[in-house]
């Protein structure tokens, strides 16, 4: 298996050291929807960057929305039968 997060920031650019200088990636926060990581710089240990890796799909929940429900609870029409009629009716009326 191929390291690609140790691949993709092998050096990052250090203001301190004024060059792109290796890095430590180190986990800053864990989030409701990822984490959050944080870079310092090997040679002075300044902080160089953080990166939020998102680890759970949020749109997956989002399909699922409650307005899907709402759609077919129309308590009206489905007692009287004759919903969607009454409304044209009233509109030649
Ligand atoms: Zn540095």
Redesign the pocket.
């Known amino acids: 298996m191929r390291q690609f997060e140790e691949f993709e920031a092998t050096a990052l650019f250090?203001s301190?050291?004024k060059q792109a200088?290796p890095v430590n990636k180190r986990l800053l926060l864990i989030l409701p929807d990822g984490e959050l990581w944080e870079y310092l710089?090997q040679?002075?240990?300044?902080s160089?960057g953080t990166k939020k890796v998102s680890s759970k799909p949020a749109i997956l929940f989002l399909e699922r929305s409650p307005d899907f429900i709402g759609i077919n609870s129309n308590p009206d029409a489905a007692l009287s039968g004759t919903g969607e009629n009454r409304d044209s009716g009233t509109d030649s009326y």
């Open positions: 250090c301190t050291c200088m710089c040679q002075c240990g300044n160089v």
